[in-house]
Nanobody, 118 residues
Framework: QVQLVESGGGLVQAGGSLRLSCAVS????????MGWYRQAPGNQRERVAR????????TYADSVKGRFTISRANAKNTVYLQMNSLKPEDTAVYYC???????????WGQGTQVTVSS
């Protein structure tokens, strides 16, 4: 059974930092691309960052480039999102997603709240 569990969210002042973690149980992590998504109230869910299964390719939304860094530790079945220089507009529920077989299979975590105060 596959489970994704996010942690590390919380309340931070603008300009601060947080590191989100997503631990993946099951045997899919090593061959899955991993992504971080976020959804603010009234908005659609958007992809923030993605990393391929090997960890050599990362992509970011324009709104977070230069501030957020996605990484993965395959030995720990964990993907991270380091968020620096946080802004109030980064406030959202953050979700991690595992996908493989060209997106045919996808699994989501339950989300973790990030709130950035001004």
């Amino acid at each position: 059974q596959v489970q994704l569990v996010e942690s590390g969210g919380g309340l931070v002042q603008a300009g601060g930092s947080l590191r989100l973690s997503c631990a993946v149980s099951g045997s899919i992590f090593s061959f899955s691309a991993m992504g971080w998504y976020r959804q603010a109230p009234g908005n659609q869910r958007e992809r923030v960052a993605r990393i391929n299964s090997g960890g050599g390719t990362t992509t970011y939304a324009d709104s977070v480039k230069g501030r957020f860094t996605i990484s993965r530790a395959n030995a720990k079945n964990t993907v991270y999102l380091q968020m620096n220089s946080l802004k109030p507009e980064d406030t959202a529920v953050y979700y991690c997603k595992a996908e493989f077989d060209s997106g045919r299979y996808a699994y989501w975590g339950q989300g973790t709240q990030v709130t950035v105060s001004s």
